[in-house]
């Protein structure tokens, strides 16, 4: 088993920046591929970056490219998610999630690739 605990979230204003963190135990970190996921309520779990095992890799979705910034430290067990730039739009709820291995770059996007989720970190921009 992997647990997965996020923290991080806040109320910001538009323009502001937050960070969050993701801690995981439970089993070899720099086995896994890691994700962020938001999700508004009534709306689907929506992609916002993922990173490889190695960190060599990364992917973000449209939305967030050139605002948000993903990292990991294998030593620390943690993935990170610097988001700068903030809109009201990125008001969600933020997921961390895992996989063991590698994968196809596509699959990074899709939520069902994903065996492992935290509780969520509530982030909030106000305009």
């Known amino acids: 088993q992997v647990q997965l605990v996020e923290s991080g979230g806040s109320l910001v204003q538009a323009g502001g920046s937050l960070r969050l963190s993701c801690v995981a135990s439970g089993r070899t970190f720099s086995n896994y591929g890691m994700g962020w996921f938001r999700q508004v309520p009534g709306k689907e779990r929506e992609f916002v970056a993922a990173i490889n095992w190695s960190g060599r890799s990364t992917y973000y979705a449209d939305s967030v490219k050139g605002r948000f910034t993903i990292a990991r430290d294998n030593a620390k067990n943690t993935v990170v998610l610097q988001m700068n730039s903030l809109k009201p739009e990125d008001t969600a709820a933020y997921y961390c999630?895992?996989?063991?291995?590698?994968?196809?770059?596509?699959?990074?996007?899709?939520?069902?690739?994903?065996?492992?989720w935290g509780q969520g970190t509530q982030v909030t921009v106000s305009s």
């Open positions: 999630a895992a996989f063991i291995g590698d994968s196809s770059a596509h699959s990074y996007y899709e939520s069902s690739k994903y065996d492992y």
